[in-house]
């Protein structure tokens, strides 16, 4: 019983931490969602499997909070750069021109 009241106030704080911080970072990374699930499989999966770096079970748990901030850093920097000149990541433009059939417009 105890444990959901203290996921309760887990998120209560991220809620609160969310609504005082700028959100544009944030909401950059939002639009180019499918784009940063798919370059985070890439990435994951060439640091740590064989056709990579192969680090699989090979990194200790610290170890594994630096590639995580380190991945986020990135995808955060590159979502607000592509987002300058973008209306959309290339995944999400190519996932509305094949299910809405016509292109839409790409840069800003």
Not at 38 to 54: A, E, P
Request: aromatic letters at 22%; one cysteine or more; hydrophobic letters at 50%.
């Amino acid at each position: 019983m105890g444990s959901a009241f203290v996921a309760i106030g887990y998120i209560s704080v991220v809620m609160v931490l969310l609504k005082s911080i700028k959100m544009g970072a944030l909401a950059a990374v939002g639009r180019l969602a499918f784009t940063n699930y798919l370059l985070t499989t890439l990435l994951c999966g060439f640091v740590f499997y064989g056709h990579g770096l192969g680090k699989f079970g090979q990194v200790e748990r610290w170890e594994q909070a630096i590639y995580v901030v380190g991945i986020w850093c990135f995808l955060i920097v590159f979502s607000l750069i592509w987002s300058r000149k973008f209306y959309y990541g290339p995944v999400e433009w190519f996932w509305r021109y094949l299910t809405y059939g016509n292109k839409p417009a790409f840069r800003k």
